[in-house]
């Protein structure tokens, strides 16, 4: 991801410094930095989901015991499957079907930007099986599976809390004699 963000930085500003600099441009930057942004957005939703990042509802998941968590997560996950063969199988129909295409400035197959849902679903695919595989053999990884990330304003909340029992805790300390 670090590298299609550096590499479409690198072309997007050197196209913009050729063309208000010396009136020319490179012809084909636009397209590739199009391309870059595709891959890298599609490895982000893959990195996203290794690391449990995607926006989630966790309400009714909060409320349940454990076993009944662990069968909400499989059931959920295997329902992702399904939806990462259709993008499969949908992806694969396409790219083969573009092979003979090419993109105008660059020249390169389409298929290579279709290509994109092929990786995705595959590396998706492969961390949700994982996911599941977890869940069910592997003791207390419920737990560390369906945990999520705190809300803005739940972290804003604690931080206020915190900020309202300090001075409390500090005043009756002077008022108890120490200094």
């Not at 479409?8 to 196209?15: A, K, Q, R, S």
């Not at 020319?24 to 989901?49: C, D, K, P, Q």
């Not at 079907?97 to 105008?104: F, N, Q």
Request: net charge negative.
């Amino acid at each position: 991801m670090a590298a299609t963000l550096a590499l479409m930085c690198i072309l997007v500003f050197g196209n913009v410094v050729l063309r208000y600099g010396f009136n020319s441009g490179i012809t084909w930057s636009e397209e590739m930095s199009r391309f870059l942004f595709i891959w890298m957005s599609f490895f982000g939703a893959i990195g996203a989901l290794k690391d449990n990042d995607h926006l989630g509802v966790d309400t009714l998941l909060r409320k349940l015991p454990p076993r009944a968590k662990q069968m909400v997560f499989v059931i959920s996950n295997v329902i992702v499957l399904y939806v990462l063969y259709l993008l499969l199988d949908g992806s694969w129909k396409i790219t083969l079907s573009s092979i003979g295409s090419r993109a105008p400035a660059t020249g390169l197959p389409m298929a290579f930007i279709y290509g994109t849902g092929l990786v995705v679903s595959i590396g998706m695919g492969i961390i949700v099986l994982f996911h599941i595989y977890q869940a069910l053999f592997r003791p207390g990884a419920i737990d560390e599976l369906t945990k999520m990330k705190e809300s803005e304003e739940e972290l804003i909340a604690v931080a206020h809390s915190e900020e309202t029992e300090a001075p409390q805790e500090r005043k009756q300390g002077v008022v108890g004699g120490e200094r």
